[in-house]
């Protein structure tokens, strides 16, 4: 509410530029946060079956909110639109998800998370082969949103632009700009699922052993609930440095001058402090908004069954 009202206060003043950064930037986040709290709540009380359909939906609408907002952030320099894009919303999905470990109902799930994940890092590497681009993808864009439309009609054969243009965002039928803004996206997540599993690595010891142990629901499971955790953290966070090799040597040998491209992106944003202290920020938000989550909703959820982990402050004896 207060930043809706801040928000027309800044439209009477005139700002519309203020407004519309707002509007495309903090709105989708805030819903977005919504969403995978809603997720982490969930989470908790769903049975296996269902934190199963949980993973898959999440996964699903994540793929799609990082392709919409990227459309909805085309004013903006295209590097800070992929961050917010790319890695902002991937972030928070993965760090909310990671939190969730300890909840797994059965270690049969932990497949379930690892086939929902990595299916969608190797699509992000089908996404820039030719099979995808020259064939697949048109054929979705043109019969089957014409089916929709119900223009059951054969479209004509798409037009591809084979010019360079180090600057095309990858929306349209530029070959280059397209595998470039795939492999952004694909570079974003892998950034994103290892941050997300480190993180989990090095704080769930101090959430479970730690002096405030009593306030996170990873100190009430079982010692084999969470050594199941951490070894699936463990052998994930393998698997994405595995696929992240994988592709860098895949786009290197196959095309090498989106290889070159993307090298000279991403090397100048590594080495720029004030992009990597973005990343960090990010990061450090996600992490602390997760963690806060899920503190609250472990502490509503132990008064409902009379175990609080709230402090009496009665002062009875």
């Excluded at 699509?123 to 697949?136: D, N, P, Q, R, V």
């Excluded at 009430?220 to 050594?227: D, E, K, N, P, V």
Aim: proline fraction near 4%; aromatic fraction near 18%; hydrophobic fraction near 50%.
């Amino acid at each position: 509410a207060a930043t809706y009202l801040g928000l027309l206060v800044l439209e009477r003043a005139g700002t519309a530029n203020v407004v519309s950064v707002l509007l495309r930037f903090q709105l989708p986040v805030f819903l977005f946060v919504a969403i995978v709290s809603l997720y982490a709540v969930g989470y908790r009380e769903a049975s296996t079956a269902q934190q199963v359909g949980m993973v898959i939906a999440l996964a699903f609408v994540t793929f799609i909110v990082r392709r919409v907002s990227l459309s909805i952030y085309d004013p903006y320099p295209l590097e800070m639109a992929m961050l917010v894009s790319g890695f902002w919303y991937q972030n928070l999905s993965d760090v909310f998800q990671t939190l969730v470990f300890p909840q797994v109902n059965s270690p049969k799930l932990f497949a379930a998370i690892w086939f929902a994940n990595s299916f969608g890092n190797f699509a992000m590497l089908g996404f820039i082969s030719e099979t995808w681009i020259f064939k697949l993808r048109p054929w979705l864009k043109s019969h089957v949103l014409n089916w929709f439309k119900c223009n059951f009609k054969t479209p004509p054969p798409p037009e591809f632009d084979y010019t360079y243009d180090f600057f095309d965002r990858g929306h349209g039928p530029n070959v280059g700009g397209y595998r470039r803004r795939q492999f952004r996206f694909f570079f974003w997540r892998l950034v994103s699922q290892s941050m997300a599993t480190l993180s989990y690595l090095a704080i769930s010891p101090m959430l479970r052993f730690g002096l405030n142990k009593d306030f996170f629901s990873v100190a009430g499971i079982t010692s084999f609930q969470y050594r199941n955790s951490m070894i699936y953290a463990a052998a994930y966070l393998l698997f994405v440095l595995t696929v992240g090799g994988i592709g860098y040597l895949g786009l290197k040998k196959r095309f090498p001058e989106t290889f070159d491209d993307m090298r000279e992106i991403h090397g100048h944003e590594v080495l720029h402090h004030t992009f990597v202290g973005f990343v960090i920020s990010i990061f450090v938000h996600n992490l602390l908004l997760a963690i806060a989550v899920g503190l609250s909703h472990y502490c509503v959820a132990t008064a409902f069954d009379g175990t609080s982990c709230l402090p009496d402050l009665s002062g009875d004896d």
